[in-house]
């Protein structure tokens, strides 16, 4: 293949997408090149800002995220230029993109950052609702002020959340594992969990404060249906703060869960009289008699296990697949397994001097062994960053070291009102059946579960005020031999601080 020609003179930094891998990637680009300018170009007319960063230990981090107008970026970094148009094509010979609104931007650098896009589990029922941005948080919370019963498909974090925060309507919830939160928990975390979920929810909330949404009014009116669908960054942990997510009825939770099983058809009302098929009423008693239900529903869906239920709408919440669309004519892109940009261990594509960064590309360097990729505002933060850092050296002709965040897995959110820290190889991902596992709980207050090989912590699952997550990453990250402490690692009367300082 010929080398691609170098850039003309006037190629810039340019970073493309609102998010947080975009914005915090601009940022810092911003910092190293004080007299740049950096364009960052996104769809969305607001971006995603990281405020009240706090470094928890070596590897956690916390961070509220906000949704802020892009001027307020600009006045933060007056060499920030941030132009509010989607990518129409890269032209990567070229080295420059064209965008939605008719111009043509060349690059000397450029990072894509265009985050991903949910899974639909089937495109164009207006009775299917995928939540993934704030759009359609709100849109979500519309619909259910007219529901009695909903049906929520997916178990990822925003299904979970989803589950514990709705009332007043029946939920059923379609999972296609044995366990709920498949990606975060074991059965026996998952366990602990739903214990919750059943029991009756305190009325005291917990003041939440992560996220605060502000595309409220602004710019709505401008943006037709087609663009809302696909621009809006992802949603993290609290994206149901201010949202009331209440349904018709006037209890508080009713939730049936459906494991095993995915969505094998979709019927809408018309169709599901004309087949004279028959739906199953929301499993009340102890008992799970169930009968057929007479309530005709606007959505029938029948699942994998030959079950059919009726109700108002469906959430479908199976997860994203990586936005790569916009770039791929004309470009000979790696991809991963999972359909994102490959990156190597400079968040480098396989293009000349284009990276990626956050949920749109695959890391596809040799990780150390107790790091996984997953996406999360904290990967999209730490590759963000990280990304920039790269490019600046490679501009300055500089070597740099592979960023420390990367060295461990380490992740701190909230499911259920429990605080929940999750390091390492949490669900011994990889390790096959050469493991151990140790656990201890105690019954609506904590469940600590650790991962050993070998006599080596390898992962940890923390749900509840342990304060054991410092002592455990150093234990994961020195990977000392803990054989002879045996069980003793859990016991609770040890206080296990004072042997690992």
Not at 385 to 390: H, R
Request: proline fraction near 3%; charge should be negative; glycine fraction near 8%.
């Amino acid at each position: 293949m010929e080398a691609a020609r170098p850039p003309p003179v006037a190629g810039k930094f340019v970073v493309v997408g609102g998010g947080i891998a975009g914005v915090s990637c601009a940022e810092q680009l911003a910092l190293h090149f004080p007299s740049e300018d950096i364009l960052l170009v996104t769809a969305s007319p607001v971006i995603k800002a990281v405020t009240n960063f706090r470094q928890i230990s070596k590897t956690l981090e916390e961070f509220d995220v906000e949704e802020q107008s892009s001027t307020m970026l600009e006045n933060r970094f007056p060499n920030i230029k941030v132009i509010e148009s989607g990518v129409k094509q890269l032209k990567s010979e070229e080295y420059c993109i064209l965008t939605e609104d008719g111009n043509k931007h060349v690059y000397k650098k450029l990072c894509l950052c265009a985050g991903a896009k949910p899974k639909l589990i089937c495109e164009g029922n207006p009775y299917v609702l995928g939540i993934r941005d704030t759009d359609s948080a709100q849109e979500f919370q519309k619909q259910l002020t007219k529901a009695k019963r909903i049906m929520i498909i997916g178990n990822g974090g925003i299904a979970l959340e989803l589950v514990y925060e709705v009332e007043g309507c029946e939920v059923i919830w379609a999972i296609k594992d044995k366990a709920i939160g498949n990606t975060f928990f074991d059965a026996g975390a998952a366990e602990f969990l739903t214990s919750k979920l059943i029991a009756e929810k305190q009325e005291a909330k917990i003041a939440h404060k992560r996220t605060r949404y502000t595309t409220e009014g602004r710019k709505k009116e401008a943006r037709t249906k087609s663009k809302v669908d696909n621009v809006g960054s992802a949603l993290g942990p609290d994206w149901h703060e201010g949202l009331t997510l209440k349904g018709t009825k006037d209890f508080s939770h009713e939730i049936h869960i459906e494991t095993m099983c995915e969505v094998k058809k979709i019927y809408l009302q018309e169709e599901f009289k004309n087949l004279k098929k028959t739906s199953l009423t929301f499993p009340k008693d102890r008992d799970k008699s169930v009968t057929t239900d007479i309530e005709m529903w606007p959505v029938y869906v029948e699942l994998t296990n030959e079950k059919i239920y009726g109700c108002d709408f469906i959430v479908s919440a199976t997860g994203v697949t990586p936005n790569i669309e916009p770039f791929l004519h004309g470009n000979s892109f790696d991809l991963g397994e999972d359909g994102g940009l490959k990156v190597d261990d400079h968040m480098h594509t396989s293009l000349p001097d284009v990276y990626a960064a956050g949920d749109i590309c695959t890391a596809s360097w040799q990780p150390s062994p107790v790091w996984q990729q997953m996406r999360l505002w904290t990967q999209a933060r730490q590759m963000g960053w990280y990304a920039a850092k790269c490019i600046a050296a490679a501009s300055l002709r500089d070597s740099i070291d592979m960023d420390f965040s990367f060295e461990l897995f380490a992740h701190v959110t909230k499911f259920f009102n429990y605080k929940v820290v999750l390091l390492g190889k949490y669900n011994a991902q990889g390790l096959g059946s050469d493991h151990e596992l140790m656990l201890r709980c105690t019954k609506g207050q904590e469940y600590i579960k650790v991962v050993m090989q070998n006599g080596r912590m390898m992962g940890a699952v923390l749900i509840g005020e342990t304060d054991l997550e410092e002592t455990f990453e150093n234990l994961i990250l020195n990977q000392m031999n803990l054989s002879s402490y045996g069980e003793d690692l859990l016991d609770p009367n040890i206080d296990i601080e004072d042997y690992f300082d």
